[in-house]
């Protein structure tokens, strides 16, 4: 009995003084919910753009009312969606992820549609607007892989033995990442 608890003392001990990865766990936990964060200021961004944007084609575009109601509707979607930083689960992030690429579609055919009008293609605030959802969409690429980062040195940590034991102990489970989008993997075909 004697032997069992000095041995169960020098365990707790030997946990003790390595702190048993509580607090990097906890570090790195936080730094996936600041990335997050970033990740939702930028498609923030580019929800707060979305309007201007429609209003500017809209005075131009009477025919593309389809697809400006479209691109309208996907952004109520998109905006719906959110996700609570303490809940960054696989499938929450694909959730999440999933409006939002409905909602970069539904830009990029009203873009594609803009090009039938050569006096909305010239109008400067349009290409004002078309340069800074450019940079937005750059910027959402560059945040993206910032969270998928973090969330993959937060997962190999929680993952790793012995770690595991204690990220089981105190709650710590695997977080979701993004993932390229359904075709993506194909170059897209360009016809003239």
Known sequence: MKRLLIAMLGLFAALSF????????????????AKWAQVENVYQRRADLIPNLVSTVKGAAQHEQGTLTAVVEARAEATKVTVNADNLSPEAVAEFQQKQDNLSQSIGRLLVSVEAYPDLKANANFQELQAQLEGTENRISVERKAFNDAVQD???????????IMAGIFGFKAKGTFQAAAGADKAPTVQF
């Open 18 to 33: 390595s702190s048993c990865g509580y607090n990097t766990m906890v570090s790195k936990d936080e730094n996936v919910k």
């Open 154 to 164: 937060y997962n190999t940590t929680v993952r790793s033995f012995p770690n595991n």
